[in-house]
C-alpha cells in the first residue's frame, strides 16, 4: 500500500492561471479598443475640417407660415448629392437624431432634440425621392425619404424614417410638386 501513497504524493497539482498574463491581455485589449475609437474620433474630425467650406446651416424665420405636413421619425444624416456614402459632418449634419420636420411655404424645418436644428429655403430644395440607403444606414426598398437641396454651391441629400413609413409617398410628391411650382415660377 505504500507505493500508492507514494505516488498520490509525487503528483503535482493542476497549475494555477497566471493571473498577471491574463491582466496583460486585457490591458492591451482595452488600449488597442481607445487607440480605435481615438482614430475613428479624429478622422470625424478632419472629415468636419475638409468639409469647412460649407456655409453655416440657415435658421428658421420667425414666420414659416402655415405647416403643409409634419413628420416625426429619425434623421440618419446627410451626404454629398449622388454620393449615397459620403458622409456631411460639418455643422452637426453627420449625427444621427430624432427628427421633427415641417414643410411651409417657406422651406423645409429640420428640429433635432439633442443635435443642431436647421431650416432649408423652398428656394433652396431641389428633388425629394424614396431611396433604400444613405451613409451608414441601408433599409428595404422606399424605407428612407431622401430630400436633395443647396448648400451653397454643394447639393445635399438628407434621409429621413418616419415613423409611419406610410407618409414618405405624400412628402414625396408634396415636396416635387412645391419644387416644380417654384421652378416654373422662375
Not at 493571473?19 to 474620433?41: D, K, N, S, T
Amino acid at each position: 500500500m505504500t507505493p500508492v501513497i507514494l505516488l498520490a504524493a509525487e503528483k503535482k497539482s493542476a497549475e494555477v492561471t497566471d493571473w498577471a498574463a491574463r491582466v496583460g491581455w486585457l490591458v492591451g485589449l482595452a488600449l488597442f479598443i481607445a487607440l480605435v475609437y481615438w482614430l475613428m474620433r479624429e478622422g470625424w474630425k478632419w472629415r468636419g475640417t475638409l468639409q469647412g467650406d460649407l456655409p453655416e446651416l440657415p435658421s428658421a424665420p420667425d414666420e414659416p407660415g402655415e405647416a403643409r405636413l409634419t413628420m416625426s421619425g429619425r434623421y440618419h444624416g446627410s451626404t454629398t448629392a449622388g454620393q449615397w456614402l459620403d458622409r456631411i459632418v460639418a455643422h452637426g449634419l453627420g449625427t444621427r437624431s430624432r427628427v421633427e420636420l415641417t414643410l411651409t411655404d417657406a422651406g423645409l424645418e429640420v428640429v433635432r432634440p439633442g443635435a443642431t436644428d436647421f431650416f432649408v429655403p423652398a428656394a433652396q430644395l431641389r428633388e425629394a425621392r424614396l431611396d433604400k440607403g444613405i451613409a451608414g444606414k441601408v433599409l428595404t426598398e422606399g424605407g428612407l425619404l431622401v430630400v436633395t437641396w443647396a448648400l451653397g454651391e454643394r447639393l445635399i441629400d438628407s434621409g429621413f424614417r418616419s415613423d409611419r413609413a406610410a407618409e414618405h409617398t405624400e412628402w414625396v410628391e408634396t415636396l416635387n410638386h412645391m419644387i416644380n411650382k417654384m421652378e416654373g415660377a422662375r
